[in-house]
């Protein structure tokens, strides 16, 4: 696999970043609960604007240390809410994946308190890749995320493991288990050409298949707009998103929203 090792995105140094212009969030200030120093997380995906995985885990026993308090988190939060920046959305993303935080529960109960004291206008959203979905307490609090966003890449195992390159003990089919277990949810998938793909008609059959069976409100398509460290993969454009959605929703009957740069 070929690295880019000059254009990847540098990692977050603190708890918030932004507000940064979002195509579907408009203004959106992001949380990073994981650490600031390396990226900390359960996929290491092909196609990731932060780079190659550090620390590919589902476990965080040994790296609790390096992540960011619930009180220091909060009182960013509070700040920001305070200020005189505007924003839309604040979204749990960051450093990798947000859920694995062993308190992401306590955070998202204390910043929706803080929004509702402060701003209560502001939505609180996540971008999660779905993994944390097997924690309870991941579980109990999506009902207070205005827009729990959860990635599906591929339609079936093998292609999920090309594309997102999971941690060992993180299994395709327990994830769209999961899914399907959850209500309100929102799905969002990178399409990309070159190797590996999802955009040839099995691997978006296969995908279909799994939308069908999960039921998102909505799903959401993009393809590669910022650097990427894998340079086999390549931008699928606007037009083939937009025939992509359009098959889905002929298809399952789920609207299938494409996002992309105009």
Avoid at 100 to 124: C, Q, S, T, W
């Amino acid at each position: 696999m070929a690295i880019i090792t000059t254009m990847i995105l540098p990692l977050q140094k603190g708890v918030l970043y932004g507000p940064i212009n979002s195509r579907r969030l408009g203004k959106s200030l992001g949380i990073n609960i994981m650490p600031f120093h390396y990226k900390l997380c359960s996929f290491n995906c092909v196609y990731c604007h932060y780079g190659l995985t550090d620390v590919l885990t589902l476990t965080m026993t040994k790296h609790l240390r390096d992540l960011p308090k619930s009180t220091e988190v909060l009182d960013d939060v509070e700040r920001a809410m305070r200020s005189n920046n505007t924003f839309d959305y604040i979204t749990f993303s960051g450093n990798g994946e947000p859920t694995l935080h062993p308190y992401f529960g306590d955070i998202v109960r204390g910043v929706m308190e803080v929004r509702n004291k402060y701003r209560a206008g502001v939505k609180i959203a996540l971008l999660s890749n779905s993994t944390g979905l097997k924690f309870e307490e991941v579980r109990k609090v999506l009902t207070l995320i205005d827009l729990p966003v959860f990635k599906l890449d591929a339609g079936n195992s093998t292609l999920f493991k090309k594309i997102n390159r999971p941690a060992i003990d993180v299994n395709f089919d327990e994830i769209v288990t999961m899914l399907r277990q959850v209500e309100g949810i929102y799905i969002q998938t990178v399409i990309m050409d070159g190797n590996p793909s999802n955009v040839g008609e099995d691997a978006l059959d296969t995908y279909f298949e799994r939308l069908a069976v999960i039921k998102p409100v909505e799903a959401h398509i993009y393809s590669l707009d910022r650097p990427v460290p894998n340079t086999n993969i390549k931008k699928v454009f606007p037009e083939r998103l937009e025939e992509i959605a359009k098959h889905g929703l002929e298809k399952i009957g789920i609207t299938i929203r494409p996002f992309y740069l105009q």
